[in-house]
């Protein structure tokens, strides 16, 4: 049987096989000189003759191949090339024993061969034909000349058998046989089916001779003539061998990449002694027509081939080659799922080989699946040439080897590889991926390569651990721990990569500050204005990065925290991180950066603090994190981890600036740490704050700011000026006085509030005065109460009074928790003011009548807002309340509500027009009584007078009715009382002038009548009510009652 050649190829059918054997005691400087000097021979380009010969020198040619050169010309050993070394002549007859039994194991085909031997003269052996003796490699000064001519030589030979064949096509050939066919059959030449076998064997064995000396279109033509004879007479054997030719030559025309076209050396031969037609090439136009043409054809020959090499059990390593030939070229043409076929027909053919080649065929199967992305594949056959270096029958296991296998069994990509942490389940690759893993830490534990065990460890625990037992994750953390225990550190390499971004998991990344007004700001500047352009390219890129970091700014020598959040993934087991540190970028200002240690447990998170403090003046720049897992020091930096968005942190640390810190008033509560400050609507009242100065630098400048969260409409809030103009040294203190007031004397929310304020304090220092500050914030909590309620105004007219006056009612209630006083101020209608007091107890509600001036009608304005204002400016309503003693610790102004009535605005207002009545001889100006008799005319006259600036409109109408006295007043007088003249009119009156309007009233029966006149004066635009369908102010006229008889 023939010895299996797993590097076999296409090309190789095209090649002249030449063997290259050494002694064992030769030099290596020596081999590799003879080996330097015959590659440059691999190609040939005769220059005469116009052909290419391509030349193979194989240093593991086996004499078995030669025998089967009738089947296959490219196994037929054609020369020998032996190098030796001998110091004297008993040494070089020694290797030149060896050198002729060589020729005698490669005799049935060998054509020429050559004996070279280095470190003897050539004085003392001659050189002979075949033999040549140099004292050293470099004293071979014709070996281009000698190598030539024994390439030469081998030509010639092939060219005179290839000549010879072909003038016996016509003739009758001998029987060419293979080694493993019946002797008796080779002598059966005189049937018809012989003959033809004769003939086509013949014609296929002249296919191989011309495809060696580069006549490839004859070698086409002889192995379809050899095809149309042997399918007939079904010579399986040479069908399948000429099946095989075919498609070789045929890849090796359509596919460049699978033959040598380079030339490494030109030479010329003696045009006399070859063929006179010239020799084709594989590019030339008649040789593609012989070709196959079609991919699926290939595929048909090539698989038809195999079958029939497949039927006898002596062409075991011929189906084999077959097999590796067919998947690259079919790699080469990208038809990878039939090259996958012919691969797996491979690996099912049985060979009886050693241990060695077992291995090398395991090992070439994975590379050919590899060459065709088959790479899971590939790595399983890699690890089943590994698990053969260490069988259990092999006395002396090769665990370098090995580990070497296993090595390439995960360095494929890692989107194909077999160790994949992208899998989902627990079966299947990734049970395969745990158990090379575990296999390749076993096989680095027997060659002592603890380092790189640990790394490998490390590395399934790092891309394993989702697909890890509660036993096998305990088990491979217990590892580690041991190898911590003995020292022993990670090898420094880069293979396998650990990915220590995935355990642990760092989620977030940000600052963390003692107090928030510690932090420094900037004022801005022109510097920092922002572009006139409202769009830039660049603007949208920087944004985007922009988001992505963590910039603020600190001082020098000030501590801050950065809080890291760390999660452990594994679900069994703990993790230690130690000497959990920050890494700086190489232009990074220095800080002083205290490592934590901390331990993790299983599917729990933890924020570690990492206290920093900056020690010089710059940027500092973080953009990683370092930390000590199982004795391994990792590095991992933000921006290729993708479980954060934060890509670094920036800090911009400044000089030195003072630092506020706010002492409460003993006596002020607290409600969740702030203060509490409960305001009775109404009061007035203080909240000091004391600020003590804690840094190292005076404060010169400040700037008090006071905000509420939400609206508060009816207090005020707001600090002393002055404090603006106080500098304070370090460690000195000074008083803040909060004001709270009210901010309007109308009450618009009747209710408990609860409002955050927050006073914002911004100073600044010595250094860097109108540049840095810091900002200190304070929050209150202030609890808004209603103190005494008006519930509700009532205004009445004064009947027996000067019509300057009016009468107010207040409504009020008293809904503190304490007895109350109201104070308020009365006048006597004479032009005198006093002071009263009435007291009003806890939820007790009282009415409050006060008499007081009218107000004059304004000439802008809304009248029912300015009456309140005149009510509350007139009256001065305040409360006071004791409590626990006798001071008063509360006290403030009464709210009066926003909305009065159109008739209560109405009488608060002192008319313009001042109207009396004439009746016979007397001036009527308040009231007055007058008997008269039925069926009587009376005249009365209305006096008018104008007594303000504008002309004013008067509409006025006549009133008739009777007051029963008890609260019933009679109107529907129709039968009773008769009119003389009309009873509405409309009148202007101008500045300061007088109108009069007359008219007679007769009454047709008896009692008493009260008559007066309704005036309504028409407003200008400028002054009106809340109520904007009321247009004008309303008001009477005197009364005069007639006693009718």
């Known amino acids: 049987m023939s010895v299996a050649n797993y590097m076999t190829s296409a090309l190789d059918h095209s090649q002249i096989l030449i063997g290259v054997k050494y002694a064992a005691n030769i030099n290596t400087a020596s081999v590799q000189f003879v080996l330097k000097k015959l590659e440059l021979y691999k190609s040939l380009v005769i220059n005469d003759a116009g052909y290419t010969i391509n030349i193979r020198f194989d240093d593991n040619a086996s004499p078995q191949n030669s025998h089967w050169g009738p089947l296959q010309a490219h196994r037929q050993v054609c020369g020998i090339v032996f190098i030796g070394e001998a110091i004297n002549p008993m040494e070089a007859a020694l290797i030149l024993d060896k050198f002729n039994k060589l020729k005698e194991e490669y005799s049935p085909g060998l054509l020429h061969s050559r004996c070279i031997i280095f470190g003897i003269d050539t004085t003392i052996r001659p050189h002979s034909q075949d033999v040549f003796q140099f004292s050293s490699h470099n004293a071979w000064k014709s070996v281009d000349y000698d190598i030539k001519q024994f390439v030469t030589a081998i030509f010639y030979e092939l060219e005179s058998k290839r000549l010879r064949m072909a003038q016996e096509r016509s003739g009758k050939p001998m029987l060419i046989a293979t080694p493993f066919e019946n002797p008796d059959e080779k002598n059966e030449s005189d049937s018809k089916v012989m003959r033809k076998k004769c ?15 580069g006549q490839i279109s004859e070698a086409l033509q002889c192995y379809h003539s050899a095809l149309d004879i042997l399918i007939p007479i079904n010579d399986t054997v040479w069908v399948g061998s000429a099946l095989e030719g075919l498609c070789v030559v045929s890849a090796l025309v359509h596919f460049a990449s699978l033959k040598t076209e380079k030339s490494s050396v030109n030479f010329t031969l003696d045009p006399r002694n070859l063929s006179k037609k010239p020799i084709s ?79 090398q065929r395991y090992s070439v199967m994975a590379d050919l699946y590899k060459s065709i992305g088959f790479y899971r594949k590939s790595a399983f056959y890699k690890r089943v040439a590994a698990m053969q270096c260490v069988a259990h029958h ?67 625990i790092l891309n394993m651990f989702p697909y890890l037992s509660e036993t096998d994750e305990k088990a491979t953390c217990s590892a580690l721990e041991n190898y911590v225990k003995k020292n022993i550190s990670v090898l420094d390499s880069t293979s396998p990569e650990l990915n220590f971004y995935v355990l642990p998991v760092i989620t977030k990344i940000s600052p963390l500050f003692e107090d928030d007004g510690m932090r420094p700001t900037k004022s801005k500047t022109e510097s920092d204005a922002q572009s006139v352009f409202i769009y830039t390219p660049t603007i949208r890129q920087s944004q985007t990065h922009e988001l992505k970091k963590i910039c603020f700014r600190w001082c020098v020598n000030t501590m801050f925290e950065i809080i890291v959040h760390v999660f452990n993934p594994l679900s069994h087991c703990s993790i230690k991180i130690s000497e959990f540190s920050l890494i700086l970028d190489s232009n990074s200002s220095a800080i002083d950066c205290q490592p934590q240690t901390f331990n993790i447990a299983p599917q729990s998170s933890f924020e570690v603090g990492i206290k920093v403090t900056p020690v010089e003046l710059g940027t500092v720049t973080i953009i990683g994190y370092a930390f000590s897992m199982y004795g391994v020091y990792a590095k991992c930096y933000f921006n290729k981890n993708d479980n954060i968005e934060t890509t670094e942190v920036q800090i911009q640390v400044i000089g030195d600036l003072p630092l506020l810190k706010c002492i409460k008033d003993d006596k002020c509560k607290e409600e969740e740490g702030k203060p509490l400050i409960v305001y009775y609507f109404g009061e007035k009242t203080n909240l000091p704050f004391h ?24 207090i005020l809030i707001n600090v002393d000026d002055n404090i603006k103009q106080v500098s304070l040294p370090p460690g000195k203190t000074v008083q803040i006085p909060v004001h709270i007031e009210p901010k309007t004397t109308v009450l618009e929310i009747e209710k408990c509030q609860e409002f955050l304020c927050v006073a914002t304090i911004k100073y600044a220092g010595n250094l860097g005065k109108d540049i840095w500050w810091r900002c200190t914030e304070i929050e209150m909590v202030i609890k808004t109460d209603v103190s005494i309620v008006v519930e509700a105004i009532e205004v009445k007219s004064l009947e027996s009074k000067s019509c300057d006056y009016c009468l107010v009612c207040l409504h009020l209630k008293n809904t503190l928790q304490y007895d109350a006083e109201i104070h308020f101020k009365s006048f006597d209608g004479e032009g005198g003011c006093n002071d009263n007091m009435i007291p009003i107890e806890c939820d007790e509600g009282k009415v409050c009548q006060v008499q007081m001036q009218k107000m004059d009608l304004p000439s802008s304005g809304i009248i029912d807002e300015l009456c309140i204002l005149h009510i509350k400016k007139m009256l001065d309503l305040s409360w006071k309340v004791k409590h626990d003693g006798n001071e008063f610790e509360h006290g403030g102004n009464i709210h009066l509500p926003s909305l009065l009535s159109y008739e209560s605005s109405c009488k608060m207002i002192n008319c313009p027009i001042e109207c009396s009545l004439l009746y016979g001889n007397d001036s009527i100006t308040s009231s007055l009584s007058a008997f008269i008799t039925t069926n009587s005319v009376n005249y009365v006259t209305f006096e008018f007078h104008n007594k303000s600036n504008i002309c004013q409109t008067l509409e006025v109408s006549l009133d008739v009715f009777q007051d029963q006295r008890n609260g019933y007043v009679e109107r529907n007088l129709e039968d009773c009382v008769m009119f003389v003249g009309c009873t509405r009119a409309t009148i202007q009156v101008k500045k300061s002038e007088t109108v009069y309007f007359e008219c007679g009233v007769l009454f047709i029966r008896s009692g008493s009548f009260d008559f007066r006149a309704a005036i309504s004066l028409q407003l200008c635009d400028k002054v009106g009510y809340k109520d904007h369908t009321q247009k004008s102010l309303k008001c009477v006229s005197p009364v005069l009652t007639f006693v009718v008889q």
């Open 199 to 213: 003939s086509g064997r013949h014609y296929k064995h002249l296919a191989d001779v011309n495809l060696l000396v």
């Open 281 to 359: 090439s594989f590019a030339a136009p008649d040789v593609k027509k012989l070709c196959i043409s079609s991919m699926k054809d290939l595929v048909d020959r090539y698989r038809e081939a195999i079958i029939h090499y497949s039927r006898y059990k002596n062409l075991a390593v011929i189906e084999m080659e077959a097999c590796i030939k067919a998947t690259k070229v079919f790699a080469e043409a990208k038809s990878f799922l039939e090259a996958s076929e012919f691969i797996q027909n491979a690996v099912y053919i049985t060979l009886n080989v050693s241990d060695t080649e077992r291995l």
């Open 394 to 460: 092999i006395k002396e296991p090769d665990w370098k080897l090995c580990n070497r296998l296993l090595l390439n069994t995960i360095s494929c990509p890692t989107k194909h590889s077999i160790i994949s942490p992208y899998l989902k389940n627990r079966h299947g690759w990734p049970s395969i991926s745990l158990r090379i893993l575990h296999e390749l830490v076993y096989s680095l534990e027997k060659i002592n390569n603890h380092s790189l065990a640990l790394r490998y460890l490390l590395y399934l």
């Open 691 to 714: 600020l003590t100065n804690i840094g190292k630098q005076p404060i010169c400048d400040w700037n008090i700011l006071i905000k509420t969260k939400h609206n508060m409409q009816d």
